[in-house]
């Protein structure tokens, strides 16, 4: 799901809205980083003959 970058907050400086870039840069990497782990492990698991668990 994409969405449409948000407008900078004019009451924000300069320091607050790179803050706020860098805190959304590590969740995104953090959702990438658990999506990459799960495909990874549901290879691994039905590459080894496991009944996967419903998630």
């Not at 953090?30 to 998630?55: I, Y």
């Amino acid at each position: 799901m994409r969405t449409e970058p948000s407008v900078p907050d004019p009451s924000q400086t300069a320091e607050e809205r790179l803050a706020d870039l860098r805190r959304r840069r590590r969740e995104a990497a953090d959702v990438l980083a658990e999506t990459l782990l799960n495909l990874w492990l549901k290879e691994r698991r039905a590459a080894q003959g496991e009944v996967p668990n419903a998630e």
